[in-house]
């Protein structure tokens, strides 16, 4: 799902093309995108871009009359940017917006289809669709934890929250996380001052240098490979493989369709999660640490 640095760049692109332009065509061409049914999708045909948002991890795209496009990508959608309207819609294609400048479209791969469209007016029916999390890259120490202290929950579910914090989603929680030096199980309640002092300078750090490094990618092209897996991450996607601070072989929580990727070393002493698949298959036989794991490989391999 892209996050705050891809919405971010996103949202850069956008405003250099569509910024003050006049929407001219308009097609849904996904039976599951559009939510809403309030306002049709044509109420904008003919109306000039004047804003562009970003409200938690959904793009909002301000017409004139307080007219508004709120797009929630969810996991799979993407935007491309098209010089013309295509003859032939494909299959991944969910919306194609024509604008005097050029064609924004929208796909969405896979066969979940969780891309939404809600077209509203007004601020107040605009604010409906902020989850209201805190905006950290703005906010003081004292602010950061309160949000994180307002429930009791494991990190990496409060980083994730889009109610308590506004943008992070599982690839960048997995990061902020492994360069704070943090197990993402430890509870809220027992964050000390000190952690969490080192969690919000981490969440900003982490944030500020991923928008940065995607920026310099696009190079001002539009985004065209926007992922929750790069090479570059520390622990995301990364099991398997070693630590890029201490060597230590990334390690893994898999749940639905998520993951928590995570350096035993440098985040839980040493110690190994529970995988909850794995650890019930195995039970007894289940290593309690990183070394134990180790020695157990190291028996199996042959002689």
């Known amino acids: 799902m892209p996050e705050l640095p891809d919405i971010a760049v996103y949202l850069d692109a956008l405003r250099e093309r569509i910024h003050g332009r006049v ?22 045909v003919g109306l000039r871009v004047v804003d562009l948002r970003r409200l938690g991890k ?19 959608g993407r935007f491309q940017w098209r010089p013309t309207w295509p003859d032939k819609p494909n299959k991944l294609l969910a919306l194609i917006l024509k604008f005097d400048s050029g064609v924004l ?40 934890l309160a949000a994180l202290r307002a429930g009791n929950h494991t990190l990496k579910r409060a980083l994730t929250d889009p109610h ?11 990061e902020i996380l492994h360069r704070a030096r943090l197990s993402p199980v430890m509870l809220t309640s027992r964050l000390t001052d ?4 080192r969690l919000h300078s981490a969440t900003i750090e982490v944030l500020a240098e991923w928008t940065e490094r995607l920026r310099t990618q696009s190079a001002g092209e539009f985004p065209s490979k926007v992922t929750a897996f790069r090479a570059e991450m520390a622990v995301h996607g990364r099991y398997g493989l070693p630590c890029p601070v201490c060597g230590t072989k990334v390690q893994r929580i898999r749940y639905a369709d998520n993951e928590t990727n995570y ?5 839980t002493d040493g110690k190994l999660l529970a995988d909850r ?21 190291s028996e199996r391999r042959p002689a």
């Not at 929407?23 to 904008?44: G, H, I, K, Q």
């Not at 308590?164 to 997995?174: F, Q």
């Not at 698949?277 to 289940?286: A, I, T, V, Y």
């Open 58 to 76: 959904r793009i909002a795209i301000g017409f004139e009359t307080d007219l508004w496009f709120v797009i929630h990508l969810m996991i799979a």
């Open 164 to 174: 308590l914090l506004s943008g992070i989603g599982n690839a960048y929680s997995d």
């Open 263 to 267: 350096c035993p070393r440098c985040q």
């Open 23 to 44: 929407l001219e065509r308009v097609r849904v061409t996904s039976p599951f995108l559009l939510r809403s049914v309030d306002t049709p999708v044509d109420a904008a």
């Open 194 to 197: 000190g952690q969490g002092e």
């Open 277 to 297: 698949s794995l650890s019930r298959l195995l039970k007894r036989d289940w290593p309690k640490s990183i070394d134990e794991l180790e020695r157990l490989r």
């Open 105 to 144: 479209a929208m796909t969405e791969a896979g066969t979940k289809k969780r891309a939404s469209l809600y077209v509203v007016r007004g601020g107040e029916r605009l604010a409906e669709h902020d989850p209201g999390g805190l905006e950290v890259a703005t906010s003081g120490r004292s602010e950061f």
